[in-house]
Protein backbone atom coordinates (compact mmCIF):
# COMPACT_ATOMS: atom_id res chain seq x y z
CA UNK A 1 0.00 0.00 0.00
CA UNK A 2 1.27 3.34 -1.23
CA UNK A 3 2.60 5.58 1.83
CA UNK A 4 0.08 8.52 2.20
CA UNK A 5 1.71 11.47 3.19
CA UNK A 6 -0.07 15.23 4.19
CA UNK A 7 2.42 18.64 4.36
CA UNK A 8 2.01 22.17 4.21
CA UNK A 9 4.89 22.81 2.02
CA UNK A 10 6.02 20.73 -0.71
CA UNK A 11 9.08 21.48 -2.50
CA UNK A 12 10.07 19.67 -6.09
CA UNK A 13 13.91 20.04 -6.54
CA UNK A 14 16.65 20.07 -4.10
CA UNK A 15 19.02 22.21 -6.28
CA UNK A 16 19.48 26.09 -5.08
CA UNK A 17 16.09 27.38 -5.26
CA UNK A 18 14.82 24.52 -3.88
CA UNK A 19 17.34 23.35 -0.46
CA UNK A 20 17.08 27.24 0.35
CA UNK A 21 13.18 27.37 0.25
CA UNK A 22 13.15 24.22 2.44
CA UNK A 23 15.76 25.46 4.93
CA UNK A 24 14.15 28.80 5.24
CA UNK A 25 10.35 26.96 5.72
CA UNK A 26 11.94 24.67 8.39
CA UNK A 27 13.35 27.88 10.24
CA UNK A 28 9.94 29.36 10.31
CA UNK A 29 8.42 25.82 11.46
CA UNK A 30 6.45 24.95 8.35
CA UNK A 31 6.17 21.33 7.80
CA UNK A 32 8.23 21.14 4.69
CA UNK A 33 8.42 17.79 2.36
CA UNK A 34 11.23 18.30 -0.51
CA UNK A 35 11.53 15.43 -3.32
CA UNK A 36 14.66 14.95 -5.03
CA UNK A 37 15.94 12.40 -7.51
CA UNK A 38 19.28 12.81 -7.39
CA UNK A 39 21.81 14.58 -5.03
CA UNK A 40 21.00 17.09 -3.13
CA UNK A 41 22.58 20.19 -4.44
CA UNK A 42 20.77 20.79 -7.61
CA UNK A 43 22.96 21.07 -11.19
CA UNK A 44 25.45 24.03 -9.79
CA UNK A 45 26.56 22.09 -6.58
CA UNK A 46 26.36 18.26 -8.19
CA UNK A 47 27.66 19.09 -11.92
CA UNK A 48 28.24 22.71 -12.66
CA UNK A 49 29.25 25.82 -10.63
CA UNK A 50 30.86 24.30 -7.99
CA UNK A 51 32.58 20.96 -9.80
CA UNK A 52 33.92 23.15 -13.13
CA UNK A 53 35.43 25.78 -10.85
CA UNK A 54 37.51 23.70 -9.35
CA UNK A 55 38.29 22.46 -12.22
CA UNK A 56 38.96 25.68 -13.46
CA UNK A 57 40.96 26.26 -10.25
CA UNK A 58 43.35 23.52 -11.21
CA UNK A 59 43.62 24.52 -14.98
CA UNK A 60 45.45 27.74 -13.68
CA UNK A 61 47.45 25.92 -11.31
CA UNK A 62 48.73 23.23 -13.82
CA UNK A 63 49.39 26.61 -16.44
CA UNK A 64 51.80 28.45 -13.62
CA UNK A 65 53.45 24.97 -13.22
CA UNK A 66 54.17 24.51 -16.81
CA UNK A 67 55.22 28.26 -17.54
CA UNK A 68 57.67 27.58 -14.30
CA UNK A 69 59.34 24.42 -16.48
CA UNK A 70 59.07 25.72 -20.01
CA UNK A 71 60.98 29.60 -18.90
CA UNK A 72 60.60 30.64 -15.58
CA UNK A 73 57.94 32.96 -13.87
CA UNK A 74 58.66 35.64 -11.32
CA UNK A 75 61.75 34.14 -10.95
CA UNK A 76 60.53 30.87 -10.03
CA UNK A 77 61.30 27.58 -12.36
CA UNK A 78 60.91 23.71 -12.37
CA UNK A 79 63.30 21.52 -13.26
CA UNK A 80 60.56 19.40 -15.16
CA UNK A 81 57.31 19.69 -16.80
CA UNK A 82 54.07 19.03 -14.57
CA UNK A 83 52.47 15.45 -14.73
CA UNK A 84 48.62 15.43 -14.68
CA UNK A 85 46.74 12.74 -13.20
CA UNK A 86 43.28 13.50 -14.82
CA UNK A 87 41.42 10.67 -13.18
CA UNK A 88 43.35 11.88 -9.33
CA UNK A 89 41.85 15.73 -10.88
CA UNK A 90 38.55 14.49 -11.50
CA UNK A 91 38.83 12.29 -7.72
CA UNK A 92 39.46 15.89 -6.12
CA UNK A 93 36.86 17.36 -7.64
CA UNK A 94 34.10 15.30 -6.36
CA UNK A 95 35.76 15.01 -2.86
CA UNK A 96 34.37 19.10 -2.82
CA UNK A 97 31.14 18.08 -4.35
CA UNK A 98 30.54 15.15 -1.35
CA UNK A 99 31.70 17.77 0.71
CA UNK A 100 29.12 20.63 -0.18
CA UNK A 101 26.51 17.49 -0.88
CA UNK A 102 26.70 16.27 2.76
CA UNK A 103 26.20 19.69 4.02
CA UNK A 104 23.42 20.28 2.47
CA UNK A 105 21.97 17.37 3.86
CA UNK A 106 23.03 18.17 7.43
CA UNK A 107 21.00 21.77 6.69
CA UNK A 108 17.98 20.51 5.34
CA UNK A 109 17.73 17.60 8.60
CA UNK A 110 18.73 20.31 11.01
CA UNK A 111 15.42 22.26 9.53
CA UNK A 112 13.30 19.06 9.98
CA UNK A 113 12.67 18.85 6.65
CA UNK A 114 11.00 15.40 5.59
CA UNK A 115 13.62 14.55 2.53
CA UNK A 116 11.89 11.95 -0.18
CA UNK A 117 14.81 10.78 -2.52
CA UNK A 118 12.63 9.70 -6.22
CA UNK A 119 10.99 11.62 -8.85
CA UNK A 120 7.75 13.25 -8.63
CA UNK A 121 4.50 12.45 -10.55
CA UNK A 122 1.52 15.14 -10.40
CA UNK A 123 -1.69 14.19 -11.27
CA UNK A 124 -3.12 17.55 -10.00
CA UNK A 125 -1.52 21.16 -8.68
CA UNK A 126 -0.95 19.91 -4.91
CA UNK A 127 -0.43 16.24 -5.46
CA UNK A 128 2.20 13.76 -6.31
CA UNK A 129 3.21 10.37 -5.88
CA UNK A 130 6.80 9.97 -5.72
CA UNK A 131 8.47 6.31 -6.51
CA UNK A 132 10.80 5.45 -4.20
CA UNK A 133 12.70 2.20 -4.04
CA UNK A 134 10.69 0.99 -1.16
CA UNK A 135 7.34 1.45 -3.36
CA UNK A 136 5.81 4.70 -3.81
CA UNK A 137 4.26 7.72 -1.96
CA UNK A 138 1.64 10.18 -2.53
CA UNK A 139 2.04 13.65 -1.33
CA UNK A 140 -0.65 16.36 -0.75
CA UNK A 141 0.50 19.34 0.23
CA UNK A 142 -1.24 23.17 1.11
CA UNK A 143 1.90 25.13 -0.83
CA UNK A 144 3.41 23.98 -3.62
CA UNK A 145 6.84 25.43 -4.75
CA UNK A 146 8.09 23.76 -8.35
CA UNK A 147 12.45 23.90 -8.22
CA UNK A 148 12.71 21.55 -11.03
CA UNK A 149 15.84 23.57 -12.92
CA UNK A 150 17.02 23.15 -15.80
CA UNK A 151 19.18 20.68 -18.36
CA UNK A 152 21.43 21.35 -21.20
CA UNK A 153 20.32 21.56 -24.46
CA UNK A 154 20.88 19.11 -27.30
CA UNK A 155 20.93 19.39 -30.60
CA UNK A 156 19.04 17.17 -32.52
CA UNK A 157 21.95 17.04 -35.17
CA UNK A 158 24.34 16.31 -32.32
CA UNK A 159 22.64 14.10 -29.67
CA UNK A 160 24.54 13.56 -26.36
CA UNK A 161 25.93 10.24 -26.66
CA UNK A 162 29.73 8.85 -27.50
CA UNK A 163 32.57 11.44 -27.60
CA UNK A 164 29.41 13.66 -27.88
CA UNK A 165 29.06 15.20 -24.39
CA UNK A 166 27.34 18.09 -22.36
CA UNK A 167 29.24 19.95 -19.70
CA UNK A 168 28.42 17.48 -17.17
CA UNK A 169 30.29 14.54 -18.98
CA UNK A 170 33.22 17.04 -19.52
CA UNK A 171 33.69 17.24 -15.53
CA UNK A 172 33.84 13.62 -15.57
CA UNK A 173 36.00 12.01 -18.21
CA UNK A 174 38.37 9.69 -17.14
CA UNK A 175 41.12 11.09 -19.66
CA UNK A 176 42.27 14.23 -21.14
CA UNK A 177 41.10 14.32 -24.63
CA UNK A 178 43.64 15.43 -26.80
CA UNK A 179 41.77 16.95 -29.14
CA UNK A 180 38.64 18.92 -28.03
CA UNK A 181 36.00 20.66 -30.12
CA UNK A 182 33.59 23.36 -28.27
CA UNK A 183 29.98 23.82 -29.98
CA UNK A 184 28.84 27.12 -28.54
CA UNK A 185 30.63 29.94 -27.19
CA UNK A 186 29.04 31.33 -24.64
CA UNK A 187 30.14 31.48 -20.99
CA UNK A 188 30.46 27.39 -20.09
CA UNK A 189 31.62 26.68 -23.44
CA UNK A 190 34.39 29.23 -23.29
CA UNK A 191 34.98 28.49 -19.48
CA UNK A 192 35.31 24.62 -20.13
CA UNK A 193 37.00 25.36 -23.06
CA UNK A 194 39.54 27.29 -21.72
CA UNK A 195 40.44 24.99 -18.97
CA UNK A 196 40.89 22.18 -20.92
CA UNK A 197 43.29 24.35 -23.13
CA UNK A 198 45.14 25.28 -19.81
CA UNK A 199 45.53 21.10 -19.60
CA UNK A 200 46.97 20.74 -22.89
CA UNK A 201 44.13 19.73 -24.86
CA UNK A 202 43.95 21.28 -28.23
CA UNK A 203 40.76 23.23 -28.17
CA UNK A 204 38.42 24.64 -31.19
CA UNK A 205 35.20 26.59 -30.73
CA UNK A 206 32.51 26.65 -33.39
CA UNK A 207 30.40 29.05 -32.86
CA UNK A 208 27.10 30.32 -34.90
CA UNK A 209 27.27 33.93 -33.81
CA UNK A 210 30.00 36.43 -35.34
CA UNK A 211 31.11 37.11 -31.96
CA UNK A 212 32.18 34.76 -28.52
CA UNK A 213 29.88 35.76 -25.46
CA UNK A 214 27.13 37.78 -27.19
CA UNK A 215 25.63 38.68 -23.58
CA UNK A 216 28.58 41.23 -23.23
CA UNK A 217 29.66 43.89 -25.10
CA UNK A 218 33.03 44.53 -27.28
CA UNK A 219 35.07 45.65 -24.72
CA UNK A 220 34.38 43.12 -21.95
CA UNK A 221 35.10 41.11 -24.65
CA UNK A 222 38.04 41.51 -25.77
CA UNK A 223 40.62 40.41 -23.35
CA UNK A 224 38.92 36.97 -23.22
CA UNK A 225 39.20 36.55 -27.00
CA UNK A 226 42.99 38.02 -26.80
CA UNK A 227 43.80 34.88 -24.46
CA UNK A 228 42.28 32.74 -26.73
CA UNK A 229 44.31 34.00 -29.72
CA UNK A 230 47.76 33.92 -27.53
CA UNK A 231 46.77 30.14 -25.88
CA UNK A 232 46.46 28.77 -29.80
CA UNK A 233 42.58 28.33 -28.92
CA UNK A 234 40.93 28.09 -32.37
CA UNK A 235 37.63 29.86 -32.53
CA UNK A 236 35.69 29.75 -35.60
CA UNK A 237 33.04 32.38 -36.07
CA UNK A 238 29.81 31.99 -38.04
CA UNK A 239 30.24 28.85 -38.38
CA UNK A 240 27.98 25.73 -37.90
CA UNK A 241 27.63 22.63 -36.61
CA UNK A 242 26.07 20.35 -39.01
CA UNK A 243 26.88 16.73 -37.48
CA UNK A 244 29.09 14.05 -36.94
CA UNK A 245 31.17 13.31 -40.11
CA UNK A 246 30.22 9.91 -41.74
CA UNK A 247 33.23 8.04 -40.14
CA UNK A 248 31.65 9.71 -36.59
CA UNK A 249 34.92 10.54 -35.65
CA UNK A 250 34.78 14.27 -36.36
CA UNK A 251 32.31 16.78 -36.51
CA UNK A 252 31.44 18.66 -39.68
CA UNK A 253 31.07 22.38 -39.90
CA UNK A 254 30.03 24.29 -42.13
CA UNK A 255 32.41 28.27 -42.04
CA UNK A 256 30.11 31.81 -42.95
CA UNK A 257 31.30 31.15 -46.62
CA UNK A 258 29.57 28.71 -47.16
CA UNK A 259 32.32 25.48 -47.28
CA UNK A 260 31.88 22.86 -44.91
CA UNK A 261 35.24 20.60 -43.20
CA UNK A 262 35.27 17.94 -40.71
CA UNK A 263 37.10 18.67 -37.31
CA UNK A 264 38.64 15.47 -35.64
CA UNK A 265 37.80 15.87 -31.99
CA UNK A 266 38.50 13.04 -29.00
CA UNK A 267 35.31 14.75 -27.50
CA UNK A 268 32.44 17.26 -28.79
CA UNK A 269 31.46 19.48 -26.01
CA UNK A 270 27.75 20.92 -27.13
CA UNK A 271 27.13 23.87 -24.52
CA UNK A 272 24.26 26.29 -26.60
CA UNK A 273 22.34 26.76 -23.59
CA UNK A 274 20.24 25.22 -21.00
CA UNK A 275 16.40 24.61 -20.97
CA UNK A 276 13.64 24.53 -18.11
CA UNK A 277 13.04 21.29 -17.08
CA UNK A 278 9.19 20.85 -17.71
CA UNK A 279 8.84 18.00 -19.19
CA UNK A 280 8.51 14.59 -17.67
CA UNK A 281 6.85 15.00 -13.97
CA UNK A 282 3.38 16.45 -14.67
CA UNK A 283 3.29 20.23 -15.19
CA UNK A 284 0.71 19.96 -17.90
CA UNK A 285 -2.00 18.15 -15.09
CA UNK A 286 -1.28 21.52 -12.81
CA UNK A 287 -3.07 23.89 -14.24
CA UNK A 288 -0.14 26.71 -14.39
CA UNK A 289 0.58 29.16 -16.95
CA UNK A 290 3.54 29.23 -19.19
CA UNK A 291 5.31 31.74 -20.65
CA UNK A 292 6.63 30.93 -23.82
CA UNK A 293 9.00 27.84 -22.41
CA UNK A 294 9.23 28.88 -18.87
CA UNK A 295 6.31 28.73 -15.90
CA UNK A 296 4.67 32.43 -15.79
CA UNK A 297 4.90 34.16 -11.93
CA UNK A 298 4.42 37.31 -10.61
CA UNK A 299 6.53 39.23 -8.73
CA UNK A 300 5.88 36.75 -5.65
CA UNK A 301 7.29 34.08 -7.78
CA UNK A 302 3.37 32.89 -7.68
CA UNK A 303 2.18 30.91 -10.53
CA UNK A 304 -1.28 31.24 -12.18
CA UNK A 305 -2.29 28.83 -9.69
CA UNK A 306 -3.37 29.33 -6.20
CA UNK A 307 -1.04 28.37 -3.42
CA UNK A 308 1.50 27.02 -6.11
CA UNK A 309 5.15 28.34 -6.71
CA UNK A 310 7.83 28.44 -9.48
CA UNK A 311 11.61 29.79 -8.43
CA UNK A 312 14.65 29.20 -10.60
CA UNK A 313 15.77 28.26 -13.59
CA UNK A 314 12.30 27.35 -14.00
CA UNK A 315 11.06 30.87 -14.27
CA UNK A 316 13.15 31.97 -16.87
CA UNK A 317 16.09 33.94 -17.79
CA UNK A 318 18.52 34.70 -15.86
CA UNK A 319 19.40 31.33 -14.70
CA UNK A 320 21.88 31.63 -12.20
CA UNK A 321 22.28 29.73 -8.88
CA UNK A 322 22.33 33.22 -6.88
CA UNK A 323 19.08 34.21 -8.22
CA UNK A 324 17.15 30.85 -7.37
CA UNK A 325 18.40 30.87 -4.08
CA UNK A 326 17.01 34.25 -3.28
CA UNK A 327 13.75 33.46 -4.65
CA UNK A 328 13.15 30.21 -2.49
CA UNK A 329 14.11 32.30 0.25
CA UNK A 330 11.88 34.73 -0.07
CA UNK A 331 8.24 32.39 -1.28
CA UNK A 332 9.40 30.52 2.32
CA UNK A 333 8.70 33.42 3.89
CA UNK A 334 5.80 34.44 2.23
CA UNK A 335 4.26 31.47 2.82
CA UNK A 336 5.30 32.09 6.16
CA UNK A 337 3.12 35.19 6.46
CA UNK A 338 5.87 37.40 5.65
CA UNK A 339 5.80 40.71 2.84
CA UNK A 340 8.09 39.75 -0.08
CA UNK A 341 8.36 40.50 -3.58
CA UNK A 342 11.16 39.78 -6.13
CA UNK A 343 12.01 43.29 -7.15
CA UNK A 344 15.49 42.98 -8.50
CA UNK A 345 16.34 45.14 -11.42
CA UNK A 346 20.24 44.00 -10.91
CA UNK A 347 21.08 40.32 -10.74
CA UNK A 348 25.02 39.83 -10.87
CA UNK A 349 26.21 37.64 -13.29
CA UNK A 350 29.84 36.06 -13.90
CA UNK A 351 31.69 34.68 -16.49
CA UNK A 352 34.47 32.48 -15.05
CA UNK A 353 37.08 32.60 -18.49
CA UNK A 354 40.48 33.59 -18.51
CA UNK A 355 39.89 36.69 -17.47
CA UNK A 356 36.74 36.75 -15.61
CA UNK A 357 33.95 39.02 -16.34
CA UNK A 358 31.59 40.23 -13.97
CA UNK A 359 28.46 42.47 -15.33
CA UNK A 360 25.82 43.96 -12.91
CA UNK A 361 23.16 46.66 -14.25
CA UNK A 362 22.91 48.15 -17.77
CA UNK A 363 25.71 48.17 -20.34
CA UNK A 364 26.09 51.27 -21.92
CA UNK A 365 24.81 49.50 -25.80
CA UNK A 366 21.94 48.33 -23.65
CA UNK A 367 18.70 50.34 -24.89
CA UNK A 368 17.52 51.37 -21.49
CA UNK A 369 20.93 53.17 -21.22
CA UNK A 370 20.63 54.38 -24.66
CA UNK A 371 17.23 56.04 -23.82
CA UNK A 372 18.64 58.50 -21.60
CA UNK A 373 21.51 60.39 -21.09
CA UNK A 374 24.33 58.79 -19.48
CA UNK A 375 28.09 59.21 -18.46
CA UNK A 376 30.85 56.65 -18.40
CA UNK A 377 34.32 55.49 -17.22
CA UNK A 378 37.07 53.21 -17.65
CA UNK A 379 39.79 52.88 -15.44
CA UNK A 380 42.33 49.89 -16.30
CA UNK A 381 43.37 47.43 -13.81
CA UNK A 382 46.89 48.03 -15.82
CA UNK A 383 47.50 50.93 -13.19
CA UNK A 384 46.81 48.96 -10.03
CA UNK A 385 49.43 48.22 -7.68
CA UNK A 386 47.06 45.05 -6.59
CA UNK A 387 46.88 43.49 -10.10
CA UNK A 388 50.43 44.65 -11.15
CA UNK A 389 51.57 42.62 -8.38
CA UNK A 390 50.15 39.42 -8.92
CA UNK A 391 50.69 39.76 -12.84
CA UNK A 392 47.50 40.68 -13.49
CA UNK A 393 47.92 44.40 -15.23
CA UNK A 394 48.66 43.69 -18.77
CA UNK A 395 45.56 41.83 -19.81
CA UNK A 396 43.33 44.62 -20.77
CA UNK A 397 41.47 44.51 -17.76
CA UNK A 398 39.08 46.93 -16.30
CA UNK A 399 35.98 48.17 -14.04
CA UNK A 400 33.81 50.24 -16.03
CA UNK A 401 30.68 52.52 -14.36
CA UNK A 402 28.00 53.38 -16.07
CA UNK A 403 25.53 56.18 -14.53
CA UNK A 404 22.51 58.36 -15.11
CA UNK A 405 24.30 62.05 -16.09
CA UNK A 406 21.21 64.17 -14.28
CA UNK A 407 21.83 63.15 -10.67
CA UNK A 408 24.94 60.41 -10.97
CA UNK A 409 22.95 57.41 -10.06
CA UNK A 410 24.84 54.08 -11.05
CA UNK A 411 23.11 52.37 -13.63
CA UNK A 412 25.58 49.73 -14.33
CA UNK A 413 28.85 48.33 -13.58
CA UNK A 414 31.43 45.97 -15.37
CA UNK A 415 35.12 44.57 -14.89
CA UNK A 416 37.26 42.13 -16.59
CA UNK A 417 40.14 40.99 -14.96
CA UNK A 418 41.83 38.49 -12.93
CA UNK A 419 39.43 37.36 -9.73
CA UNK A 420 36.88 40.12 -10.39
CA UNK A 421 34.59 38.10 -9.30
CA UNK A 422 34.74 38.85 -5.64
CA UNK A 423 34.08 42.11 -6.64
CA UNK A 424 30.66 41.39 -7.67
CA UNK A 425 29.27 41.60 -4.27
CA UNK A 426 30.01 45.29 -4.03
CA UNK A 427 29.20 45.94 -7.59
CA UNK A 428 25.50 44.71 -6.64
CA UNK A 429 24.85 46.31 -3.33
CA UNK A 430 26.41 49.77 -4.81
CA UNK A 431 22.88 49.46 -7.24
CA UNK A 432 20.42 47.84 -4.75
CA UNK A 433 21.50 50.64 -2.53
CA UNK A 434 20.67 53.32 -5.34
CA UNK A 435 24.60 54.75 -4.96
CA UNK A 436 25.93 58.06 -7.13
CA UNK A 437 29.15 57.86 -7.58
CA UNK A 438 29.36 60.15 -5.12
CA UNK A 439 29.15 57.62 -2.69
CA UNK A 440 31.74 55.30 -4.05
CA UNK A 441 34.13 58.13 -4.80
CA UNK A 442 33.81 58.75 -0.83
CA UNK A 443 34.30 55.43 0.30
CA UNK A 444 37.74 54.41 1.51
CA UNK A 445 38.71 51.53 -0.35
CA UNK A 446 41.38 49.41 1.13
CA UNK A 447 45.03 49.29 -0.46
CA UNK A 448 46.48 47.67 -2.45
CA UNK A 449 42.82 45.33 -3.39
CA UNK A 450 41.46 45.62 -7.24
CA UNK A 451 38.62 47.66 -5.72
CA UNK A 452 40.32 50.54 -5.93
CA UNK A 453 39.51 50.31 -9.79
CA UNK A 454 35.87 50.91 -9.01
CA UNK A 455 36.72 53.87 -6.82
CA UNK A 456 38.89 55.23 -9.83
CA UNK A 457 36.42 54.94 -12.31
CA UNK A 458 33.76 56.47 -9.99
CA UNK A 459 36.41 59.50 -9.59
CA UNK A 460 37.26 59.43 -13.51
CA UNK A 461 33.56 59.71 -14.39
CA UNK A 462 33.42 62.88 -12.11
CA UNK A 463 36.80 64.18 -13.63
CA UNK A 464 38.99 64.07 -10.89
CA UNK A 465 40.77 60.34 -10.72
CA UNK A 466 44.00 60.41 -9.41
CA UNK A 467 45.70 57.46 -10.57
CA UNK A 468 45.40 57.89 -14.31
Request: proline letters at 4%; one cysteine or more; a negative charge.
Amino acid sequence: MAEMIKTKLLIIGGGPGGYVAGIRAGQLGLDTVLVEGDRLGGTCLIRGCIPSKAFIHAAGQFEEMTHAASKGLHGISLKSQPELNFADLVKWKESIVDRLNTGVTGLLKRAKVRVVPGWAKFSDAKTCTVAGKDGDITITAEHVILANGSKSVELAFLPFGGHVISSTEALMLPVLPKKLVVVGAGYIGLEMGIAFAKFGSEVTVVEALDRILPLYDAPLVAPVAKWLKDNGVTVMLGAKAKGLSKDGKSLTVEDKDGKTADLPADNILVTVGRKPNTEGWGLENMGVDMDGRFVKVDRHCHTSMKNVWAVGDLVGEPMLEHKAAHQGDMVAEIIAGHRREFSHEFIPAVCFTEPEIVSAGLLPSDEAAKAQETISAIFPFGANGRALSMDAGDNGGFVRVLARKSDHRILGIQAVGAHVAEMSGEFSLALEMGATLEDIAGTIHVHPTLSEAFHESALRALGHAIHI
